[in-house]
């Protein structure tokens, strides 16, 4: 089979990105109102990541691109992104779970692709990597967006208001085996 070019790479990591893009409501309010955020939802954990905000609801519904909305609580919060999950017995949908791509493993100059505010999709690249910030040359993407790389793998998410700065998936996977920590000691 012939190698997929690079652009079949980007529309196919746009389209992953895209799939796994969730709108988030507080269960108080529902469906019916304006997303109080965007996440991303991480199908093998059966977790949605978000930015940590200071309103951030504790009871949540997660609407999917399908249009289907499942009811979510928070249980993971660190200092910038915030878990959700979803109850054992919740049917959710079917997405391609991503890689979560360590920061060490980034190389500057790297593509990333993102979806911008808009739901447009945009590119840029990898500008720096510190400890476990990714600065990009991204702009516009609002907060709880996720940076993939071309094979639409995780790199990043938007956890603040800096332009083109994405917290690195090494916090999501930390806080997501400390959230499976807690619920197996729970069970």
């Known amino acids: 089979a012939p190698k997929p070019s690079v652009e ?3 529309t196919s990591a ?4 895209q799939a796994r893009l969730v709108s ?25 990541v978000t930015a940590k905000t200071e309103t951030l609801p504790s009871e ?29 017995a919740a049917k959710l949908p079917a997405a391609v779970a991503p890689t979560l791509v360590a920061a060490k493993d ?11 505010k808009n739901g ?9 990597i510190s400890g476990s910030e990714i600065q990009t040359s991204l702009s516009e993407t609002p907060l709880g967006a996720t940076a993939v790389d071309l094979s639409g793998n995780l790199v990043g998410i938007t956890a603040s208001g800096a332009t083109g700065v994405f917290v690195s998936a ?4 930390a806080l997501l085996s400390s959230s499976a920590a807690t619920s197996t000691a729970a069970h």
């Open 8 to 10: 079949d790479l980007i």
């Open 170 to 173: 090494d916090t999501i996977r």
């Open 24 to 48: 988030l409501y507080a269960a108080a309010t529902g469906t019916s109102t304006e997303p109080f955020a965007i996440g991303t939802y991480l199908p093998k954990s059966r977790a949605v």
């Open 60 to 88: 949540i519904f997660v609407m999917f691109t399908s249009g289907e909305s499942v009811a979510a609580s928070l249980s993971q919060s660190g200092d910038s992104l915030a878990v959700f999950g979803f109850a054992d």
């Open 120 to 128: 447009g999709g945009i590119t840029g690249i990898v500008s720096k």
């Open 106 to 116: 980034l190389k500057v100059g790297q593509t990333v692709l993102a979806i911008d």
């Open 14 to 17: 746009f389209a992953a990105d």
